[in-house]
Nanobody, 122 residues
Framework: HVQLVESGGGSVQAGGSLRLSCAAS????????MAWFRQAPGKKREGVAR???????EYIDSVKGRFTISRDNGKKILYLQMNSLKPEDSAMYYC?????????????????WGQGTQVTVS
């Protein structure tokens, strides 16, 4: 079965950096659309960045120029490099996967989810 396990979260000061990782197993990783979402307390889950199997990427405007999504298809790992972090980036970050190309706005269309990793920026 599909399994996604996130790691790399933590607490940092504003302006700092973190790199999140998502280890995937149980499916043909290289062809799936992979994405990072986040959810802060009291807010809806929102898509942050997405990378498809062909390398196409999508970011929400608030992270463009600061976050970079990448994937290692051989190791089946998805990354999110987060630089210049702001307090408003604080949230639980989730890795998600879907067999079809799926835009970030279609949160409910992603079939598979990890348990999340907490990011706190102060």
């Amino acid at each position: 079965h599909v399994q996604l396990v996130e790691s790399g979260g933590g607490s940092v000061q504003a302006g700092g950096s973190l790199r999140l990782s998502c280890a995937a197993s149980g499916y043909t990783y290289s062809t799936y659309s992979m994405a990072w979402f986040r959810q802060a307390p009291g807010k809806k889950r929102e898509g942050v960045a997405r990378m498809d199997g062909d390398g196409k990427v999508e970011y929400i405007d608030s992270v463009k120029g600061r976050f970079t999504i990448s994937r290692d298809n051989g190791k089946k790992i998805l990354y999110l490099q987060m630089n210049s972090l702001k307090p408003e980036d604080s949230a639980m970050y989730y890795c998600a996967a879907n067999p079809q190309r799926t835009r970030l706005c279609r949160v409910d269309a992603f079939n598979y989810w990890g348990q999340g990793t907490q990011v706190t920026v102060s």
